[in-house]
């Protein structure tokens, strides 16, 4: 019997490609030095870079802002441009993305149809006033008993401890809780090593790497039908 529903944040409750590939159209409109790559080729090397500063990030030992910075200075030397306009490229990133972030659709949904019948706990690879803030932001907080962050425990997925925290805080074992989250590594590989089942949350139709594994969903509507998978026997 499922007893406790642990939630990836981004791009799983809150859309962060929506708002991260905005930001970046933004920047490339505003910056005639990064037109010659097209947006795509600026997004694949920008989340490169990301992906590289982030785990720093996620344990705290870099500020969200320093790494903002020091993002898109990689990203203007990429470009062979001035990296000098660093600043001004990641604070106009910055404004852009918070002016589109959004909730994945039917997440909210989601979440207060699984509210008490469950136990849920939202379990992020980042800080704890970053994530904090988005789920007040968008109406999230109050189905959520419990935010887990790598930065808090100093761990961040698919390290196993992040998962032992988050069971703890819900008081649940392995076996009566199921993750849900975009990324087939960190939540998907993550919960399986920790002994948690795992629902891949797979929106852009990528390749299954193992249906064995976990199943998928593509999306969180009609939220009845996801309520009942993440509930059922079946996970």
């Not at 929106?203 to 976990?214: C, F, I, S, T």
Request: proline share 4%.
């Amino acid at each position: 019997m499922i007893r406790a529903v642990l939630f990836d944040l981004d791009d799983t409750l809150i859309d962060h490609q929506h708002a991260s590939r905005a930001a970046m159209v933004g920047v490339r409109e505003r910056f005639p030095e990064l037109q010659h790559l097209t947006l795509d080729e600026l997004g694949a090397e920008h989340q490169r870079i990301l992906d590289l500063l982030h785990h720093d990030v996620a344990l705290g030992q870099r500020t969200v802002a320093d790494a903002r910075i020091e993002r898109y200075r990689l990203l203007f030397v990429y470009a062979g441009a001035d990296p000098d306009r660093a600043s001004a490229a990641a604070e106009l990133h910055r404004r852009v993305y918070q002016a589109s972030r959004c909730r994945v659709a039917g997440a909210l949904e989601l979440l207060q149809a699984l509210r008490g019948r469950v136990r849920i706990a939202v379990v992020t690879n980042n800080t704890l006033a970053e994530q904090t803030e988005k789920l007040a932001t968008f109406g999230l907080a109050p189905a959520v008993d419990a935010l887990v962050t790598s930065e808090e425990i100093g761990a961040a997925k698919p390290d196993g401890r992040i998962f032992a925290a988050a069971l703890q805080r819900v008081d649940c074992t392995p076996g009566d809780a199921v993750m849900v989250g975009d990324s087939w590594t960190h939540d998907v590989l993550g919960a399986a090593g920790a002994g948690i089942a795992a629902i891949w949350f797979n929106r852009n139709g990528a390749a299954h790497p193992d249906p064995g594994v976990a199943p998928q969903i593509a999306t969180f509507l009609p939220t009845a039908d996801v309520a009942s998978l993440i509930e059922g026997p079946a996970v």
